[in-house]
């Protein structure tokens, strides 16, 4: 866009909000913001208990449907003790003892289960119970279904993350091993003939490109990744990353003035240092162990130097 | 992708954007949709929603080398 003195500011809002910085509001926007959204929710509103209900947890879910099977068990029971209609199994009216609540609980479990075998049945005013503990339990039944689902769902997208990311940092691993043999290649052509001779400088600016797109890769996944990697193989990659610069920085002292000249070389470097330079024990958003900050800081200090 | 390598080049640190808050040199440039912008940001900071940020910052930044710190939701 042209400008020239941009600076990212990579907390955001949310580091700024968690370390307890002042916050500034803009009331008319967020009052315009809040109308909308109280328009959407009027019209969601309808099926928003449904929401709710979606919206609890497995372990709850299922024990509100056991409970509900419970509380209509003991209706079905407590209705044929004291209001004259009841159940009946075959041609016998279940009776208001322990053996009723055992048939009255297991037309319960039925009827929540939508299964309804017919061996008990309600009668007169007790089907209405019976109907709606059915709607019920197809709602909450409906609920643990897609619940367990969507679990595992979750676990197998976590699992497909995991596995790109894991061949993400492999395949960083790789390339900066080739940008180091190939920096130790174009070394041994400089000391031979003491300058750069044009084909070793052209594999030196594409070892600087694929060092930056792989620096690029680290750097997103030091301040941006949402998946962290385990300690040793961010050692390993710091510490190709450290020999990586290392090399570069001894080619780049030793690189002749004239003869090394390369607008894409100057610009790879540029760009390298500018990125490695952000990486430190202290200015990654995440806290590491000594080791991997001391790496980071060493890091930041070849950075240093190749500006 | 031109404007978004000027954005990552340098970055700036939460005690420095403490520090300059009051400092006029530098203009604070909020990206995120005006609704989280209305919900809270950071004091003073103006909003250029990263949609259409081309002209809109041209017309609010005239001098190309005024020193800019952007933020969005972060962290990243």
């Known amino acids: 866009m042209g400008y020239t003195r941009v600076r990212h500011y990579h907390g955001g809002m949310e580091e700024w909000s968690d370390r307890g910085a002042s916050i500034e509001t803009s009331m008319i926007v967020a009052e315009r913001a809040a109308v909308r959204t109280a328009t959407r929710q009027s019209s969601a509103a309808r099926f928003s208990w449904l929401e709710t209900l979606a919206g609890w947890r497995l372990e709850r879910l299922i024990g509100i449907w056991l409970g509900m099977i419970a509380v209509f068990g003991v209706i079905y029971w407590l209705a044929g003790l004291s209001l004259g209609w009841s159940l009946r ?85 790789t390339n ?35 060092f930056r797109g792989e620096l690029q890769t680290i750097h997103d996944l030091l301040y941006a990744s949402r998946l962290e990697p385990d300690e040793e193989t961010l050692e390993s990659l710091l510490a190709n990353l450290t020999i990586c610069l290392q090399s570069l920085i001894e080619l780049n002292s030793a690189r002749p003035g004239s003869d090394g000249v390369s607008v894409p070389l100057d610009t790879g470097l540029h760009s390298i240092s500018a990125l490695a330079v952000e990486i430190c024990g202290e200015c990654v958003p995440r806290q590491h162990a000594q080791a991997l900050k001391d790496s980071m800081d060493q890091i930041q200090e070849l950075a240093r130097r190749i500006a | 992708m031109k404007a978004n390598h000027e954005l990552c080049e340098r970055g700036i ?26 919900a809270g940001h950071i004091p003073g900071s103006i909003h250029l929603p990263i949609t259409g940020i081309e002209a809109k910052a041209r017309q609010r930044i005239s001098n190309l080398d005024q020193e800019i710190a952007v933020y969005c939701a972060g962290p990243h």
């Not at chain 1, 409906?142 to 993350?161: A, F, M, Y």
């Not at chain 1, 000391?191 to 750069?196: F, N, Q, S, T």
């Not at chain 2, 403490?18 to 609704?35: G, Q, S, T, W, Y």
Request: charged content about 25%; proline content about 3%.
């Open chain 1, 89 to 173: 199994a075959g041609s016998d009216w279940v009776k208001p003892d322990l053996e009723g609540l055992e048939t009255a609980l297991y037309f319960s479990f039925v009827t929540a289960l939508s299964i309804g075998y017919g061996d008990v049945i309600p009668t007169g005013a007790l089907r209405v119970p019976a109907v709606i503990e059915g709607i019920a339990g197809l709602l909450i039944f409906g609920c643990v279904i897609s619940k367990l689902v969507s679990r595992r769902q979750e676990e197998l997208t976590e699992e497909i993350h995991r596995t790109t990311f894991d061949d993400r940092l492999d395949r960083v691993r």
């Open chain 1, 176 to 210: 900066l091993h080739l940008v180091f043999s190939d920096l130790g290649a174009v070394q041994q052509l400089q000391a031979e003939r003491g300058a750069l001779p044009g084909q070793a400088l052209r594999r030196l600016e594409s070892a600087v490109r694929v």
């Open chain 2, 13 to 38: 640190f939460y005690e420095e954007l403490v520090a300059r808050l009051e400092d006029r040199a530098l203009v604070i440039v909020n990206v995120m949709p005006k609704e989280i912008f209305a």
